[in-house]
């Protein structure tokens, strides 16, 4: 935990900096097709057994930086009006229980972000892809080393200017090796987030 | 263990196609032939023939919703109109105006523009790059449409008034990884410039309708100015142009 902290620290020290930033340029966002994303996100994973046979309680920091692409301009009318953009992501945990282990995935990433509310954006996304972690072996639950990280969840962006959103969220996390090895039962977790984006 | 997993020729063929993303040509413009067919038009006018014109109204339409015309559209028009040289000077409503009993020309303009961003599709197809890890995006585009409807009505000092009309439309093609605002952006003004050029051409077929009877004596020599619509590009057949990187930002 206190590897969190620190890290809670650090964005905590960035935001003032961005919100200076903020008042020099304020604006609307402006997202059209064609405008990349990127960004840093921390968050702490924290396990889901879900079964009896699930006893490992692996939980650590995790950090994604992330690369979006617009690809729409905003669809349909109402609450639900939003974009669609899509991109890639890299996953890393770092597994504080139990035992200090690593995990580092690519993931592909879909991305809805609802644009109605102007400065606050909710959106949901969707991400899969290859995971490896040395966690797999030391466990009951998985065998191998490479496996598959599949995540969703959803998030709010708060515009900070026009190319600058604060992002708060939850994700669903899942890791399984797809059954190319046994056992195979599947790592479970909730992945509370922050982090910032910048558009271009 | 790498090796064991992928094999060489898959590894370069990856490799290749990520360069090739990179460098290639990732998007480019198609413009459709304008409506108008028409040659270009030209003339010769007498200077002191020429009045002002008066840029009264621009009403803008956004897939049949009215929105507020931009400012730099308002100058593109004023600008195309301006390089005709059919008129001696160039007012726009709200600004410095003619005086009332000046002759001159008032110009009313209406643009209708249709988007279609093909935004169902390019979700569906996002979805299909980004589950390929992105290895079918050079090869799946992506497409955005923009048309443009402009009706033009001229009204003369004397109350007589000719109406014009001009569409025309253009797509954006381009891969994942050269999407850029630009692109849209050039669409837009590619458009907008061949609508306005066709519009235009129009007008000065028919410019001694917007002049006034000859004000020099006989006797004098009689300045004149060649009067015609300034093309960005050659018109003609549709125009299949690639965008080099150099254009971005």
């Known amino acids: ?200 | 263990m790498m090796s064991q997993i992928f094999s060489r020729p898959l590894i370069g063929s990856v490799l290749a196609m990520t360069l090739g993303m990179g460098t290639g040509c990732s998007h480019w413009i198609d413009l459709a032939a304008p409506t108008d067919t028409a040659l270009p038009a030209s003339a010769t006018v007498a200077t002191d023939a020429r009045v002002p014109l008066l840029l009264e109204t621009i009403r803008v339409t956004h897939n049949g919703s009215s929105i507020a015309p931009p400012a730099i559209l308002e100058r593109q028009v004023l600008g195309a109109i301006e390089s005709t040289r059919l008129f001696s000077q160039h007012y726009q409503s709200g600004y410095t105006q003619p005086t009332g009993n000046q002759v001159r020309v008032t110009v009313r303009l209406s643009i209708d523009n249709l988007v279609e961003p093909h935004a169902g599709q390019a979700a569906w197809r996002g979805l299909l790059v980004g589950a390929s890890m992105f290895t079918l995006a050079p090869f799946i585009p992506l497409h955005y449409d923009y048309g443009s409807q402009m009706s033009l009505e001229m009204e003369r000092w004397d109350g007589q008034t000719k109406h014009y009309t001009s569409t025309s439309n253009g797509s954006a093609h381009y891969y994942l990884f050269g999407a850029n605002p630009e692109v849209i952006e050039q669409l837009k003004g590619q458009v907008t410039e061949a609508c306005l050029s066709s519009l235009l051409n129009q007008v000065i077929q028919d410019s001694p309708f917007f002049l006034t009877g000859s004000t020099q004596p006989q006797d004098h020599p009689i300045r004149t100015v060649s009067v015609g619509v300034r093309r960005s590009s050659p018109r003609a057949t549709p125009i299949s142009q690639p965008i080099t990187d150099s254009s971005r930002r």
């Not at chain 1, 935990?1 to 604006?27: E, K, Q, V, W």
């Not at chain 1, 609307?28 to 309680?57: F, N």
């Open chain 1, 1 to 200: 935990m206190p590897f969190l902290a620190r890290i809670l620290t650090a964005l905590a020290l960035m935001s003032p900096l961005i919100t200076a930033y903020s008042h020099a340029a304020d604006g609307s966002p402006t997202i059209t097709v064609g405008t990349q994303e990127v960004g840093l996100t921390a968050g702490y994973m924290l396990p889901h057994r879900l079964t009896r046979d699930h006893t490992t309680k692996q939980q650590g920091v995790a950090f994604m930086p992330s690369w979006m692409m617009t690809i729409t301009d905003p669809i349909s009318d109402g609450w639900f009006r939003g974009q669609v953009s899509i991109g890639a992501e890299m996953v890393y945990i770092q597994f504080q229980e139990p035992f200090l282990t690593h995990g580092l995935g690519f993931t592909p990433k879909i991305k809805y972000t609802f644009v109605g509310l102007d400065r606050i954006r909710p959106y949901a996304e969707f991400a899969g892809g290859p995971f490896w972690t040395d966690l797999a072996g030391k466990i009951p639950e998985e065998s191998s080393r490479f496996n598959f990280v599949l995540t969703a969840g959803f998030g709010v962006s708060y515009f900070l200017t026009d190319r600058a959103a604060l992002n708060i969220g939850y994700r669903f996390h899942h890791i399984s090796n797809a059954g190319t090895r046994y056992p195979n039962l599947g790592l479970n977790a909730s992945l509370p987030f922050g982090g910032f984006s910048f558009f271009f």
